[in-house]
Nanobody, 124 residues
Framework: QLQAYGGGLVQAGGSLRLSCAAS????????MGWFRQAPGKEREFVAA????????YYADSVKGRFTISRDNAKNTVYLQMNSLKPEDTAVYYC???????????????????WGQGTQVTVSS
C-alpha cells in the first residue's frame, strides 16, 4: 500500500512537500515516481528517483522547481514543490516500479504499484 499525503491549498509562488509512505512493502527495492492528473487531463509524469536515491529525473514543466528525494530508512519518498504555479494544480500520485530489464521508469513508464492521490491546489 502506498499513500501520498501533504497536499493542500497554497498561493502561487508558495511551497508544499508531498510524502509517499508505504506499508507492507519496502520501498528501497523500487524506483519511485510522482505523477499528477489535473481535471480533464491525462495523468502525467512529474519526477522519478532510483533505488539508491542518487539519480533523479523530472518533467520539463517542473525542472528547477520540484525536487524528488527518498529516505529508505523511513520507507518514504518526498516531492518538494517550490515556486508553485496555478497550472500545478492536480491530484498527485506516487508509484513504485519493480526492477526489470529495459524498464523506462525514469521516463514515467512501467510502474507497478500506485497509491491514492493527494490534492494540490495553487491559487493565483
Amino acid at each position: 500500500q502506498l499513500q501520498a499525503y501533504g497536499g493542500g491549498l497554497v498561493q502561487a509562488g508558495g511551497s508544499l512537500r508531498l510524502s509517499c509512505a508505504a506499508s507492507g512493502r519496502t520501498l528501497s527495492s523500487y524506483a519511485m515516481g510522482w505523477f499528477r492528473q489535473a481535471p480533464g487531463k491525462e495523468r502525467e509524469f512529474v519526477a522519478a528517483i532510483n533505488w539508491g536515491g542518487d539519480s533523479t529525473y523530472y518533467a520539463d514543466s517542473v525542472k528547477g522547481r520540484f525536487t524528488i528525494s527518498r529516505d529508505n530508512a523511513k520507507n518514504t519518498v518526498y516531492l518538494q514543490m517550490n515556486s508553485l504555479k496555478p497550472e500545478d494544480t492536480a491530484v498527485y500520485y506516487c508509484a513504485a516500479s519493480r526492477p526489470s530489464y529495459g524498464s523506462k521508469w525514469y521516463q514515467g513508464y512501467d510502474y507497478d504499484y500506485w497509491g491514492q492521490g493527494t490534492q494540490v491546489t495553487v491559487s493565483s
